[in-house]
């Protein structure tokens, strides 16, 4: 069995290690926090004291972190990935970072013979639990063909998208539309229920035509019941969408509504509700109209 290394057990990262684990590869696993470590462990995962001891105990080691800083520290940085690396390893990461970033560390991982791939994940915290996850990868398919066994444990659909970085365009493109949905949600709830209409039933009346998607079937049940517990953290969706506009600027290209979902995301984490689910960016439209969801808890 190939030997894995998971890095990062944060919300979604410890759910795809289990998943790890109940696919029968034996686990190393790392984490700043202990508790996740314990959790696992007791599960049947090894620990390990830093990535590099990581790197040193398997053949692809997985990192799952908050942002690109985060993923540099922890590869290149002092007692990192590739301090401990062999030719031979390789690298995925599962973290949602700048596509540039990813090329760069793949590129400085390649001189010391790892191979890297770049593979986000979307499907929030359901996805991770139920092994249901879409995963967007890049990189060279040697490696892919490599990992594929253990990604079919994480996901259930695996779509490589092209060179390094390509997983990662993918994920920003991914929470472009996530973003959009998650507001135009928000919008049309508030504008049901302002206007004078039921939302609950202007929902049930859309949801048989164009407008049907994810969001509706599964965000809209959660706010009517009051629930804005994550999910998907609003403050990752908001250091999502900072990277797509970084990146954005960095090619030239203009997203305008994209834009104003990031100043909606990045105002609920300036008024301290980033640890809400990506859903109750409805907050926001909330204070701006002056009025509050009603709330149906039956």
Known sequence: MIKVGYIGLGLMGKNIARNILKARFPLVVYNRSQVAIEELVSEGAARAST????????????????????VEKVILGENGVIAGASQGLIWVDNSTIKPTVARQIAEKLNGKGVLSLDAPVSGGEIGAQNGTLAIMV???????????????????TITHV???????????????????????????????????ADPQKVIEAIKGGAAQCWTL??????LFKGIRTPGFKAQMQAKDLNIII??????????????????????????????????????????LANVILEVNDK
């Open 246 to 287: 970084e990146t954005a600027r960095e090619y030239g290209i203009p997203l305008p509504s994209a834009a104003v979902d990031a100043q909606l995301y990045n105002s609920m984490v300036e008024l301290n509700l980033g640890n809400q689910d990506n859903s109750a960016v409805i907050g926001i439209l909330e204070l």
């Open 51 to 70: 990535p590099a001891e990581v790197a040193g105990l398997v053949d692809v080691v997985f990192t799952n972190l908050p942002d690109s800083p985060d």
């Open 217 to 222: 079937d599964v965000k809209t049940p959660r």
């Open 162 to 196: 092209g060179d390094s970085g390509a997983g990662q365009i993918a994920k920003a493109a991914n929470q472009i539309m996530v973003a959009a949905q998650m507001v135009a949600m928000g919008e049309l709830i508030i504008f049901a229920q302002k206007a004078g």
């Open 138 to 156: 890049g990189g060279p398919v040697a490696a892919l063909d490599i990992v594929m066994p253990i990604f079919k444990a994480m996901g259930k």
